[in-house]
């Protein structure tokens, strides 16, 4: 499968006038986005993913590296009218009708009627606009008729490419499921998704392969599923022989056994092999097994330990 982006060294740095010290924003990023996937680039805030996301759209130029988007060298114009961007903040003609905007972006397209009408009212029925909102003004909506208006823009020259920047940052549940499935089926119709984004969980959800970049370096990249490889066990163990020799015996087998009471102990493995031997020392010391957890790494998991590792290190 061709790649969407590919992304060679690219970097940012400016100077902090404040500070002055130069910062690097984005530092030597290696990266490929597959054509028809849905990629989630993650990152605290800070991370440099906006300005990634920037340089990638030729709204700021790199200090040093190279990028090409559907074949095509980053910033070569013929490629634009294939892309479409979603801003984490939308600022959007407040005096406008959720329809007249979108006609407003197709004319900039130069689409012409009665193709132009027929996309507006596409768009609009895609990302679930109520209908009795597109001729109203802009001023008047929520949140979230905001992010299914700018989601819609984006989609209004009918582009191969999006980059969507929070996309579902700050809606209530409804919404926010609701747009997640939008953004979502946008790869059954073949589209790629470049999508920034805090909400993991979503991430999880949708994409097929994520990274995560900190402080501008990106520090590891993968699918879901290899990521998030490696189910833990939790054990808890109570008993009066916790003081009495069964902590070393435990830990001996399990090191990542800690006292979380008096009488209580917390095992984490994920060595389900280990689970029968856990049992029979706990039993033989007379003390007891009180539950027996499994839990499945999440995304959430991985981001952390990934990022704080890296801040240890540094």
Request: with cysteine; charged share 25%; aromatic share 6%.
């Amino acid at each position: 499968m061709a790649a969407a982006i590919s992304i060679q060294g690219l970097t940012k740095k400016y100077v902090d006038v404040w500070q002055k010290q130069e910062v690097i924003a984005v530092n030597n990023l290696n990266l490929e986005v597959q054509e028809g996937e849905i990629f989630g680039f993650l990152g605290r805030n800070g991370a440099g993913k906006t300005t990634t996301i920037k340089m990638l759209l030729g709204l700021v130029f790199p200090t040093a590296g190279d990028a090409t988007l559907l074949g095509k060298a980053m910033g070569d114009n013929s490629v634009k009218s294939q892309l479409a961007y979603l801003p984490e903040e939308t600022y959007f003609y407040d005096s406008m009708t959720g329809w007249d905007l979108l006609d407003y972006y197709g004319r900039l397209f130069r689409i012409p009627e009665p193709e132009r009408s027929r996309r507006v009212q596409i768009c609009l029925e895609k990302v679930r606009l109520q209908k009795d909102a597109w001729r109203r003004s802009i001023r008047g909506y929520s949140k979230g008729m905001r992010q299914r208006t700018g989601i819609a823009q984006a989609l209004i020259n009918d582009p191969k490419l999006l980059f969507l920047d929070e996309p579902t940052s700050g809606l209530d549940p409804i919404a926010h499921a609701e747009l997640r499935e939008i953004v979502a089926s946008l790869k059954d119709e073949g589209k790629t998704v470049f999508l920034s984004s805090h909400q993991l969980a979503d991430v999880e959800i949708i994409c097929s392969r994520v990274a995560i970049i900190h402080r501008g370096k990106l520090l590891t990249t993968g699918t879901i599923k290899e990521l998030t490889a490696g189910e833990r066990t939790e054990i808890v163990v109570q008993g009066k022989a916790v003081t009495n020799g069964l902590l070393g015996k435990l830990q001996a087998l399990v090191p990542d056994t800690e006292r979380t009471g008096s009488d209580t102990l917390m095992l984490r493995t994920e060595d389900d092999d280990k689970i029968s031997a856990i049992i029979d020392i706990v039993r033989g010391a007379e003390a007891h097994v009180l539950s027996i957890v499994p839990h499945r790494r999440a995304l959430e998991d991985v981001f952390v330990e990934t990022v704080r590792r890296e801040e240890a290190s540094a």
